[in-house]
């Protein structure tokens, strides 16, 4: 196996994903918000958009493994996965409970809930706001142990189209327990990000729009190729369906927005997507920016926090004001500094140890496979 191409789009896409996710905590966490009004209000929909992504590229993976008949290597799979997070994600987890001068914010949950991705659940940023971002990732891993698994059921059984009815019925179940979830904040029983926002039950919706794009690209070619030669309309709807949940979330944790504004965001960006891998589409154009930031959206992710509050408190020391302009610019330089010497030394020779250690297998066939190829998402 080699490594896939890489789709300009994707890239697009990523880079647009990680930009919103730093702004918006550059407005809502340290004092940017006067010079990104407008981030704060939907900025925080960056982290939809990498499900999003997750969900077509994971997805699409283990998919074209049961169209084409091959073998089951799911422990391939998780390997894979290990090799491709785990690594800097480590890194940065010792950076954070070895050099506590670097906490940008309250304190650090227990180490065991980090290492368990269990992080999520009950997680109350108000106290324990350290490196709370992770809380994506253990969405994201408990998709990883999961999706194998569903996708053997639903292959097994030849359920075929039953699994868009499968995914619809767990995006209406994710609007009700956030409905519950909502009136439990509203009896005083917890706040808002730890009982609707973070929970892996309560944010799945990226990811079953992401999956459901790739389903349909690789069992319905013709409806896929519909939608390819209508790429243009794919984007104006994402984008208009994008605006609504924009509009509706002027009071984000009111019961309208948290109930339907994760599902309207994830069919947007979904719609977005189709437009992004569509054949002869503008966003397939390439750019060494977007691919750049692209390749270092995860290491972006993982440090930014870190980095901002080092940039600010080196501001802070030599009498800039720490919310200015030019202190904003410094953030941004720094979190790309900082990301790219994390590719370079880890995620990077990791990746290549994976690609090792998987281009020498012989494809297996047989009735079903899921052995991962080399993740499109590097």
Same mark, same amino acid.
């Given at each position: 196996?080699?490594?896939?191409?890489?789709?300009?789009?994707?890239?697009?896409?990523?880079?647009?994903?990680?930009?919103?996710?730093?702004?918006?905590?550059?407005?809502?966490?340290?004092?940017?918000?006067?010079?990104?009004?407008?981030?704060?209000?939907?900025?925080?929909?960056?982290?939809?958009?990498?499900?999003?992504?997750?969900?077509?590229?994971? #997805?699409?993976?283990?998919?074209?493994?049961?169209?084409?008949?091959?073998?089951?290597?799911?422990?391939?799979?998780?390997?894979?996965?290990? /090799?491709?997070?785990?690594?800097?994600?480590?890194?940065?987890?010792?950076?954070?409970?070895?050099?506590?001068?670097?906490?940008?914010?309250?304190?650090?949950?227990?180490?065991?809930?980090?290492?368990?991705?269990?992080?999520?659940?009950?997680?109350?940023?108000?106290?324990?706001?350290?490196?709370?971002?992770?809380?994506?990732?253990?969405?994201?891993?408990?998709?990883?142990?999961?999706?194998?698994?569903?996708?053997?059921?639903?292959?097994?059984?030849?359920?075929?189209?039953?699994?868009?009815?499968?995914?619809?019925?767990?995006?209406?179940?994710?609007?009700?327990?956030?409905?519950?979830?909502?009136?439990?904040?509203?009896?005083?029983? #917890?706040?808002?990000?730890?009982?609707?926002?973070?929970?892996?039950?309560?944010?799945?919706?990226?990811?079953?729009?992401?999956?459901?794009?790739?389903?349909?690209?690789?069992?319905?070619?013709?409806?896929?190729?519909? /939608?390819?030669?209508?790429?243009?309309?794919?984007?104006?709807?994402?984008?208009?369906?994008?605006?609504?949940?924009?509009?509706?979330?002027?009071?984000?944790?009111?019961?309208?927005?948290?109930?339907?504004?994760?599902?309207?965001?994830?069919?947007?960006? #979904?719609?977005?997507?189709?437009?992004?891998?569509s054949k002869n589409s503008f966003?397939?154009?390439?750019?060494?920016?977007?691919?750049?930031?692209?390749?270092?959206?995860?290491?972006?992710y993982l440090t930014h926090?870190?980095?901002?509050?080092?940039?600010? #408190?080196?501001?802070?020391?030599?009498?800039?004001?720490?919310?200015?302009?030019?202190?904003?610019?410094?953030?941004?330089?720094?979190?790309?500094?900082?990301?790219?010497?994390?590719?370079?030394?880890?995620?990077?020779?990791?990746?290549?140890?994976?690609?090792?250690?998987?281009?020498?297998?012989?494809?297996?066939?047989?009735?079903?496979?899921?052995?991962?190829?080399?993740?499109?998402?590097?």
């Open positions: 196996m080699t490594p896939m191409q890489r789709i300009n789009g994707l890239d697009h896409l990523r880079a647009l994903a990680i930009t919103f996710v730093f702004f918006f905590h550059c407005a809502i966490l340290f004092g940017f918000g006067e010079l990104l009004p407008h981030i704060i209000k939907f900025g925080w929909s960056g982290v939809d958009l990498f499900f999003v992504l997750s969900g077509y590229l994971i #997805g699409g993976q283990l998919l074209r493994r049961v169209a084409s008949g091959r073998e089951i290597h799911i422990r391939d799979f998780y390997v894979q996965r290990f /090799l491709r997070i785990m690594p800097a994600y480590w890194l940065v987890l010792a950076i954070y409970f070895t050099l506590p001068w670097v906490l940008e914010r309250g304190r650090l949950p227990p180490l065991w809930r980090f290492l368990t991705f269990t992080q999520n659940f009950g997680l109350d940023a108000t106290v324990d706001g350290a490196f709370s971002h992770a809380w994506s990732l253990c969405v994201e891993e408990h998709f990883y142990l999961l999706l194998p698994g569903l996708i053997l059921f639903f292959a097994r059984f030849r359920l075929g189209a039953r699994t868009f009815l499968f995914g619809g019925l767990l995006t209406l179940l994710g609007m009700a327990i956030r409905s519950h979830e909502w009136t439990r904040v509203s009896a005083g029983d #917890g706040n808002w990000y730890q009982l609707v926002y973070y929970p892996t039950y309560c944010h799945i919706d990226g990811l079953i729009a992401g999956v459901s794009v790739a389903a349909i690209s690789i069992f319905y070619p013709s409806q896929w190729d519909w /939608l390819e030669r209508r790429n243009r309309v794919a984007l104006t709807a994402g984008l208009a369906v994008l605006l609504i949940g924009y509009l509706i979330n002027d009071g984000q944790k009111d019961w309208l927005p948290s109930v339907i504004a994760f599902p309207l965001v994830a069919v947007g960006y #979904g719609l977005v997507l189709i437009a992004a891998v966003l397939g154009r390439g750019s060494l920016i977007t691919k750049w930031v692209a390749i270092l959206s995860y290491s972006m926090k870190i980095v901002i509050h080092l940039v600010q #408190g080196a501001a802070t020391a030599y009498d800039l004001a720490p919310n200015s302009a030019p202190v904003l610019a410094l953030c941004a330089l720094c979190t790309v500094g900082s990301a790219y010497v994390v590719h370079v030394a880890v995620e990077r020779p990791f990746m290549h140890l994976r690609d090792r250690l998987f281009s020498s297998r012989k494809p297996h066939h047989s009735k079903l496979s899921l052995q991962s190829q080399p993740d499109a998402s590097t």
